[in-house]
């Protein structure tokens, strides 16, 4: 096998006891392949990732829901849990949280055809945040819609509902700051995966049903954090 091609296929299936020192190399390793391009066709299920955590910080609780789109009805919902093995470390997050994320995503019946993700895509310092992570593993379309910003700045703030400004950091336009609702703080939206930026908004704001934030991370939101109990609801 080509000694490239070798190491791309040992990234995409890393393992996850790693030190700092080596997950910030395995990011700058698969940022190249993230795809900032579309290419998104029918969409009749997104999934919205949350994370939260349980025993002190000890267990690693993730939550995935899949809503149809664009109803926004509840068709499925999974949690995970696994004991946290990685330090918190602001910019690795990913590392901490991504292990139950995709066993929680393994447990799906339905796929989804897009997913949002409570965090950082591009916008983050190496230009490899949670989204961009899941969806270069799982070579899924995903967006990172961040409830707050990790960096960069916008050149005004808008402030009508649907309106958003380029997100720039060192002169790269990295996210959107985006206003789902007019007199309500603004998300940060990303890249993640197989999106462009204008479209990881469009769905951003059609996922957005008079709240803050989008349907799919209020759901996992809500299921990561126990604020309501899993359904045996069967998927629709």
Not at 77 to 93: K, N, S, V
Not at 112 to 125: C, I, S, Y
Not at 155 to 164: F, I, M, N, Q, T
Not at 226 to 235: A, E, F, N, V, Y
């Amino acid at each position: 096998m080509n000694v490239g091609i070798e190491k791309h296929a040992q990234a995409l299936t890393h393992g996850w006891h790693l030190t700092p020192h080596e997950a910030i190399a395995l990011q700058k390793q698969l940022a190249g392949l993230v795809d900032r391009k579309s290419h998104l066709r029918r969409v009749g299920h997104v999934a919205g990732v949350d994370v939260g955590f349980e025993d002190r910080g000890a267990t690693t609780r993730a939550a995935v829901a899949l809503l149809t789109f664009p109803d926004l009805v509840l068709a499925e919902h999974q949690i995970a849990r696994l004991p946290t093995q990685f330090p918190y470390i602001p910019g690795l997050l990913s590392f901490r949280e991504l292990p139950a994320v995709m066993l929680a995503m393994d447990k799906l019946t339905l796929p989804p055809d897009l997913v949002l993700v409570d965090g950082q895509g591009l916008a983050h310092p190496r230009r490899f945040g949670i989204a961009c992570h899941l969806g270069v593993l799982r070579g899924l379309p995903c967006v990172g819609v961040g409830k707050t910003r990790l960096l960069g700045s916008a050149r005004e703030d808008p402030v009508a509902k649907g309106l958003w400004e380029p997100l720039r950091d060192h002169g790269e336009i990295v996210g959107a700051l985006l206003r789902t609702r007019t007199g309500v703080k603004p998300v940060y939206v990303s890249i993640g995966h197989q999106v462009d930026l204008e479209t990881a908004v469009d769905y951003v704001m059609a996922c957005c049903a008079g709240y803050r934030l989008p349907e799919p991370i209020r759901w996992a939101h809500r299921l990561a954090s126990g604020l309501i109990k899993p359904s045996r609801k069967k998927p629709v």
